[in-house]
């Protein structure tokens, strides 16, 4: 089912202007070809996420992926898109060290790959960092709760939020982080794997549009793993990842199709091959 979507470039202060008006929606892409079907569906946003070590990579986290890799993929993305605003997610250690190198690495995803913004992971440890991204007119968006990057010390992709308490991932420390980050000038904010009454009372609390992953219908847009959507991935299915369509099995369908034709010769047919040219005969002198 095609559904009408606003027509206009989506922009940062468009995203902005979002919270309260309409749903937002964000698919993470890493290529061309799928940023460009993403693009044609309407998504508002595509997020050229660090999981790609995961779905196109096949790691079993997202710490590897080097700060190239996400140029790369980024600037693969930027070429397929029209409409949807482009987010380059910066990976781990681009942004942890120093504001400085936070600097340098968010303005490589702006000079070399073409995208509008980036989005880096913590709360109240990196509003300094956030900081200095906006101070340059680098638009970043937050991500808080399950913090990918944060795998070790949450000993797994576990739901966070659920502790009282002020250690990091604990609800008070959620809610602090949410809004360091929005008065450190993000224009919206990712909440992955909290609760989802927290994510709406984060939600109520910010000024900012939230993005959910695994947070419940209060956020004020949501975002999924493309390869979720799709039914790409075949290894594992988070619970809160809906699969829209099979494409991983359409995709195994279509290719043992090929394998098949071939050993049995039933491809490629005339109509997919090319004849030499007919001999051109020539008249005789009389
Ligand atoms: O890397 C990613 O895909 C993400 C989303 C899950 C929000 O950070």
Same mark, same amino acid.
């Given at each position: 089912?095609?559904?009408?979507? +606003?027509?206009?470039?989506?922009?940062? !202060?468009?995203?902005?202007?979002?919270?309260? +008006?309409?749903?937002?929606?964000?698919?993470?892409?890493?290529?061309?070809?799928?940023?460009?079907?993403? %693009?044609?569906?309407?998504? %508002?946003?595509?997020?050229?996420?660090?999981?790609?070590?995961?779905?196109?990579?096949?790691?079993?986290?997202?710490?590897?992926?080097?700060?190239? +890799?996400?140029?790369?993929?980024?600037?693969?993305?930027?070429?397929?898109?029209?409409?949807?605003?482009?987010?380059?997610?910066?990976?781990?250690?681009?942004?942890?060290?120093?504001?400085?190198?936070?600097?340098?690495?968010?303005?490589?995803?702006?000079k070399?790959?073409?995208?509008?913004?980036?989005?880096?992971?913590?709360?109240?440890?990196?509003?300094?960092?956030?900081?200095?991204?906006?101070?340059?007119?680098?638009?970043?968006?937050g991500?808080?709760?399950?913090?990918?990057?944060?795998?070790?010390?949450?000993?797994?992709?576990?739901?966070?939020?659920?502790?009282?308490?002020?250690? !990091?991932?604990?609800?008070?420390?959620?809610?602090?982080?949410?809004?360091?980050?929005?008065?450190?000038?993000?224009?919206?904010?990712?909440?992955?794997?909290?609760?989802?009454?927290?994510?709406?009372?984060?939600?109520?609390?910010?000024?900012?549009?939230?993005?959910?992953?695994?947070?419940?219908?209060?956020?004020?847009?949501?975002?999924?793993?493309?390869? %979720?959507v799709?039914?790409?991935e075949?290894?594992?299915?988070?619970?809160?990842?809906?699969?829209?369509?099979?494409?991983?099995?359409?995709?195994?369908?279509?290719?043992?199709?090929?394998?098949?034709?071939?050993? +049995?010769?039933?491809?490629?047919?005339p109509?997919?091959?090319?004849?030499?040219?007919?001999?051109?005969?020539?008249?005789?002198?009389?």
């Amino acid at each position: 089912m095609a559904i009408a979507f +606003e027509e206009a470039k989506v922009t940062v !202060p468009s995203v902005l202007s979002a919270k309260g +008006e309409r749903k937002l929606t964000m698919l993470t892409a890493y290529d061309y070809t799928f940023a460009r079907l993403a %693009d044609a569906a309407g998504v %508002d946003m595509l997020l050229v996420g660090d999981s790609l070590g995961m779905v196109v990579q096949g790691a079993d986290n997202t710490l590897a992926v080097t700060m190239d +890799e996400m140029v790369y993929h980024t600037r693969l993305v930027c070429r397929g898109r029209e409409r949807a605003l482009v987010v380059g997610d910066m990976p781990f250690l681009s942004y942890q060290v120093s504001p400085t190198d936070a600097v340098m690495n968010a303005g490589r995803f702006i000079k070399e790959a073409g995208c509008e913004a980036v989005k880096l992971e913590g709360g109240v440890h990196m509003a300094e960092t956030i900081d200095r991204l906006v101070s340059i007119d680098i638009p970043v968006v937050g991500h808080i709760g399950l913090t990918p990057q944060s795998v070790h010390r949450m000993g797994g992709h576990k739901v966070q939020g659920k502790r009282a308490g002020d250690a !990091p991932g604990s609800r008070a420390r959620l809610l602090k982080d949410a809004k360091a980050v929005e008065q450190a000038g993000a224009f919206a904010l990712v909440i992955e794997g909290v609760p989802a009454d927290l994510a709406t009372e984060i939600t109520d609390t910010v000024s900012i549009p939230t993005i959910g992953i695994g947070a419940g219908v209060g956020c004020d847009g949501q975002v999924l793993v493309m390869h %979720d959507v799709l039914g790409l991935e075949q290894r594992f299915s988070p619970r809160f990842a809906k699969r829209y369509g099979e494409l991983g099995a359409a995709a195994v369908s279509a290719m043992s199709a090929f394998v098949c034709e071939v050993r +049995e010769q039933s491809f490629p047919t005339p109509a997919h091959s090319f004849s030499s040219p007919r001999p051109v005969k020539r008249k005789r002198a009389s």
